[in-house]
C-alpha cells in the first residue's frame, strides 16, 4: 500500500507463518479498529522472495520471524529488525546531526534511505536489555486485552519509526511535485 507524499513508501503486510487468504482476526479488527485503523480488505499472505528481494526495510514482529526472513534470504539480514529493535535504533539517531547529509540529497525516497541506514549503524551501540524486549506479544487466541497491548505496543513503535522518515522527508513541497 503506498503511503506518504506522491505514495514515496509501499507498506506490505505479509507473515512467515500465516495463513494465507484469510481475514483478520474478529479480536485483531477490533484492536485495530480502536487505533482509527480498518480492516476491511486485509487478506494474509505469505511472505516470499519476491516481497523480500523488493524491500528496503522488513520489520517483523518477533526474533523468531526475523531469523526466517534472514533463512529465505540471507542478504536481507542487513535490512531486516524486529520492529522493536528497529524503533530503538531509530529514536538513537541524531536527526539534527544527519540534516547536512540529508541536505546533500533532493530525492526523498534517498533521503529515507539515508535515514534507514542512519539507524542501521545505530545497531550494536543502542543498548538492547533483555532478548525478549524485541519481540512483540502474540495474542493469537488471547484476550482482546491482550490484543489490545499488542496493538500499542505496535502503534508506538511505528511511531518511531515514522518519526524518523518523516523527518528524512523534510524537503521542499516542489521537489516532492517533482517526483
Do not use: K
Not at 4 to 14: C, I, K, M, N, Q
Not at 121 to 129: A, E, F, T, Y
Request: with cysteine; aromatic share 4%.
Amino acid at each position: 500500500m503506498p503511503v506518504g507524499p506522491a505514495g514515496l513508501v509501499d507498506v506490505r503486510s505479509a507473515g512467515t507463518f500465516g495463513l494465507t487468504g484469510r481475514p483478520m482476526d474478529d479480536t485483531a479488527a477490533a484492536a485495530l479498529a480502536e487505533h482509527g485503523c480498518s480492516a476491511d480488505g486485509f487478506v494474509a499472505r505469505r511472505l516470499d522472495h519476491e516481497i523480500l528481494a523488493g524491500a528496503d526495510l522488513v520489520l517483523t514482529a518477533t526474533r523468531t520471524h526475523r531469523a526466517e526472513v534472514v533463512r529465505m534470504l540471507p542478504r536481507a539480514s542487513r535490512s531486516t529488525y524486529t520492529l522493536r529493535e528497529f524503533a530503538r535504533l531509530a529514536e538513537a539517531v541524531d536527526v539534527v546531526g544527519l540534516q547536512p547529509l540529508l541536505d546533500q540529497q533532493r530525492d526523498p525516497v534517498q533521503r529515507m534511505r539515508l535515514a534507514v541506514e542512519e539507524a542501521r549503524m545505530q545497531r550494536g551501540l543502542v543498548p538492547s536489555g533483555d532478548p525478549d524486549d524485541d519481540d512483540v506479544s502474540d495474542p493469537y487466541r488471547l484476550t482482546l486485552e491482550d490484543y489490545r497491548r499488542a496493538a500499542q505496543t505496535i502503534a508506538t513503535c511505528v511511531a518511531s519509526v515514522a518519526e524518523l522518515l518523516v523527518s528524512a522527508l523534510n524537503v521542499p513541497e516542489t521537489d516532492l511535485r517533482a517526483r
